[in-house]
């Protein structure tokens, strides 16, 4: 599931095997790619999650990074972000 970090990481990179995704303190799925577009200035990624939390638009899941938890927002696949409207569908 494509998701998009809320705050500015973007010099983030995947040091380990994957980010745990979290939900009230719940591992529900783990990060599996992470990417950054200089041109947005915004750091994406792709996680497998849990059947039962998979929706779209979801901005309650947690990252964890380096033992700080980042927020992110889950969105429709395929993933295109664009300058005007931060994220869309295409």
């Known amino acids: 599931m494509p998701?998009?970090?809320?705050?500015?990481?973007?010099?983030?990179?995947?040091?380990?095997?994957?980010f745990p995704v979290q939900y009230s303190n719940e591992n529900i799925g783990f990060v599996s790619a992470v990417y950054y577009s200089p041109k947005l200035s915004k750091q994406f990624g792709y996680a497998y999650i849990k059947k039962e939390y998979a929706y779209t638009n979801v901005d309650a899941f947690e990252?964890?990074?380096?033992?700080?938890?980042?927020?992110?927002?889950?969105?429709?696949?395929?993933?295109?972000?664009?300058?005007?409207?931060?994220?869309?569908?295409?």
């Open 63 to 90: 990252v964890e990074v380096n033992s700080m938890a980042h927020k992110i927002t889950t969105e429709n696949s395929p993933l295109l972000i664009t300058e005007s409207s931060n994220v869309t569908v295409s």
């Open 3 to 18: 998701f998009v970090f809320q705050d500015d990481l973007k010099d983030l990179t995947m040091e380990t095997d994957s």
